[in-house]
């Protein structure tokens, strides 16, 4: 029996959705806006890269047809015909464009509910909310309380952070509570404690996660986080792919943040790096183990975290084609009967307003044997679930249709 393998490259939305508007992302395209500012000269003329977005293996996979059967435009740079692989488009019926939304709704499961989400005032946070964390906590108080970009608020806020003893408090549009604290000063497993204290007292807030946010550093250095980030998120409220694969017995190994994710129900082995290169290295070193009928679920979250979130244009466009050149190791390593698909979660235009995400179509490019041609609009995320249950043989009764 052939294996799947779920590749999410975290926030490469492909053109805004019907429903943009209503989150106010109507004219939002991740990879079409960082194509443009690539051939137009404005993303990163130096020694990194240069020109137009070069993408060749993603392109004959078919991510340039599939861009341009969601906007109707091909993006400069991904011209040429699709060498390989089946390609489409997915559109997403989860309420919200946050993390957990996307990759449950890929996983078999879509969000007919409303996250529970924190107003933009300051302080943003109820008062009791904060309160009953410090006491249970023994803090001294918080900092932030307000919505804000990671990084940001860190080179704000890190240095009194530090000398106070208080952690930073923090959200966005997200259904998100974020808590910064130095690594050191404060201590890494003070901060992982705090945050499974705050997850209780959000959960009847219906808040999706609470992220430990680790930084290092000084003031007169500067600070930056570090790979030590965790989600504490809730579990899905019904069975996703992942449930249905464990108690089939199934191999499964989850990449990057999946584990989180999925509050590590039905995730198998869990195995983290520190960036979409070392996580890259983990997909290959797992592939080698991963069994007949097994399902490897990765994340490769530097394209968000690192360059959406931060609106760095040249930032994604060199991730992008990092990835891109390093696909091919994972092409083949695929057995004639493996499916492959990548996709992702929901969009974070680098070129968009704020620092929020971004509601989005985003690509289906799926590699099978000798396969080859279009699978047209998906109606949800889900059915890359409902074909990967289909592949692998599983007694799927979740949502989506099966594209194979």
């Known amino acids: 029996m052939g294996r799947a393998l779920l590749l999410v490259m975290d926030s490469f939305g492909i053109g805004s959705a019907d429903d943009a508007e209503r989150y106010g992302d109507a004219g939002a395209d991740t990879l079409g806006h960082i194509a443009e ?36 435009t091909l993006p400069p740079g991904l011209e040429g015909g699709v060498a390989e692989g089946l390609w489409g488009y997915a559109a997403e019926i989860s309420k919200g464009k946050d993390t957990p939304s996307g990759h449950w709704e890929i996983a078999g499961y879509p969000v007919s509910f409303d996250w529970g989400y924190f107003p933009r005032e300051v302080p943003c946070f109820p008062p009791k909310l904060i309160a009953a964390i410090v006491k249970e906590a023994g803090l001294g108080g918080v900092l932030g309380q307000c919505h804000a970009s990671g990084t940001q608020i860190i080179a704000e806020l890190g240095a009194e952070s530090i000398e106070t003893g208080k952690p930073i408090f923090y959200t966005s549009t997200d259904s998100v509570l974020q808590i910064a604290a130095h690594e050191e000063a404060f201590g890494l497993e003070r901060l992982l404690f705090l945050c499974e204290i705050a997850r209780r007292h959000v959960d009847h807030l219906n808040i999706g996660r609470v992220i430990a946010r680790p930084f290092v550093g000084d003031a007169s250095g500067g600070f930056t986080r570090t790979a030590n980030r965790r989600d504490y998120a809730v579990p899905p409220p019904a069975d996703t792919l992942l449930d249905v694969a464990e108690r089939a017995g199934r191999g499964i190994i989850t990449i990057g943040k999946i584990g989180d994710i999925f509050a ?77 698909i990548i996709t992702a979660d929901h969009g974070c235009d680098p070129s968009w307003m704020g620092t929020d995400h971004t509601r989005e179509f985003v690509p289906v490019l799926a590699r099978l044997g000798k396969r080859t041609g279009p699978i047209g609009r998906r109606d949800s995320f889900a059915d890359m679930a409902a074909s990967v249950a289909e592949h692998l043989r599983l007694d799927w009764q979740g949502a989506g249709k099966s594209f194979l």
Do not use: W
Not at 44 to 69: D, F, K
Not at 274 to 289: C, H, K, Q, V, Y
């Open 37 to 72: 500012a690539c051939a137009a000269g404005r993303a990163g003329e130096n020694e990194h890269r240069t020109g137009p977005l070069r993408l060749p293996v993603l392109t004959s996979l078919g991510l340039g047809a599939a861009a341009q059967a969601a906007t109707g």
């Open 264 to 340: 590590h129900r039905g995730t198998g082995e869990i195995v983290k790096g520190p960036s979409n290169d070392a996580l890259i290295d983990r997909t290959l070193e797992a592939m080698g183990r991963l069994p007949d009928g097994g399902l490897l679920f990765a994340n490769y979250v530097d394209f968000d975290t690192l360059y959406g979130h931060r609106r760095d244009i040249p930032g994604y466009a060199g991730a992008l084609e990092q990835f891109d050149m390093r696909l091919p190791q994972i092409l083949s390593r695929l057995a004639e009967d493996d499916l492959l």
